[in-house]
């Protein structure tokens, strides 16, 4: 039985702007150098069709990384001990399954993805919580997950 | 000051000068609406970012015929965000109340049928 406090909407929207800092500071340290390269290629004045595609491809792991990294990210950190990502540990809170404990890597991976898929649908479906007395949002409620205090 | 207090005040600061400064109409912030893109439909939040720049430079008009939600979702969040620096656990009760859902679901629907209805 699920005997904690919820976590509140503030820290929840906070742990997430903190991860979106992390992640977004991550990837842009990954891609200074793949667009360094990229850069140089255009510098070279190879109009080729060779020198094009070489440019684009730089671009195409750096795009793919920046969409999957937060994904990633979130999963091994949800479905750690720690039952959280770092800014979710910084505001002290975790997620749980409706029991209390840690969910599971699946559980872990369909939240996220939910989550993310559903942010491109419309990023407003992030305010479900604060109309909810569970506060939970709509990856919450389809995983069947709370978010609350450490 | 708690780091929450500081990454809230240091968001809001951000945002808004963001938008304050880049006109959304120009640059592409954030995904394209599926809705829009599926269907040829404005949802609910279609032309929010560009109501707000428009507010924010005190185009109360322009902002309202491009997203007339802007005012009560501004509103909302000035609250949410003065209850997140006031109190350590601020309550949202009154926003779950059955008649205050039911009320925003009406309001965030109609006003979605009606601007496509009538534009």
């Known amino acids: 039985m699920l005997n904690s406090t919820f976590a509140g909407f503030g820290n929840r929207l906070v742990a997430q702007i903190i991860d979106s800092l992390i992640v977004g500071f991550a990837v842009s340290i990954i891609a200074m150098p793949i667009f360094g390269f990229s850069f140089f290629q255009s510098t070279m004045n190879d109009n080729s069709d060779i020198g094009t595609i070489l440019a684009g491809l730089s671009i195409l792991p750096i795009v793919l990384f920046a969409f999957v990294a937060p994904v990633i990210y979130e999963v091994l950190m949800i479905s750690s001990p720690r039952q959280a990502t770092l800014g979710k540990i910084l505001m002290k809170i975790k997620v749980v399954d409706e029991q209390g404990l840690k969910l599971t890597l699946g559980a872990a991976i369909g939240r996220t993805l939910i989550k993310y898929v559903s942010s491109q649908i419309c990023f407003l479906l992030w305010l479900w919580p604060l109309f909810n007395d569970k506060e939970q949002a709509l990856h919450d409620i389809i995983v069947k997950d709370y978010v609350v205090r450490s | ?119």
């Open chain 2, 1 to 119: 000051m708690s780091v929450k207090k500081g990454i809230i005040i240091f968001t809001i600061i951000v945002l808004t000068l963001i938008y304050y400064f880049i006109n959304p109409s120009g640059f592409n912030f954030g995904p394209p609406c599926l809705l829009h893109a599926l269907t040829g439909w404005l949802c609910w939040g279609c032309g929010g970012q560009r109501a707000f720049h428009q507010l924010l430079h005190g185009n109360f008009q322009n902002a309202f015929q491009l997203n007339a939600l802007i005012f009560p979702v501004v509103l909302l969040f000035g609250y949410i965000v003065l209850s997140e620096l006031r109190w350590q656990r601020p309550s949202y009760q009154w926003l779950r109340r059955k008649d205050i859902r039911i009320s925003t679901a009406v309001i965030v629907m109609g006003f979605t049928v009606f601007r496509n209805l009538i534009f």
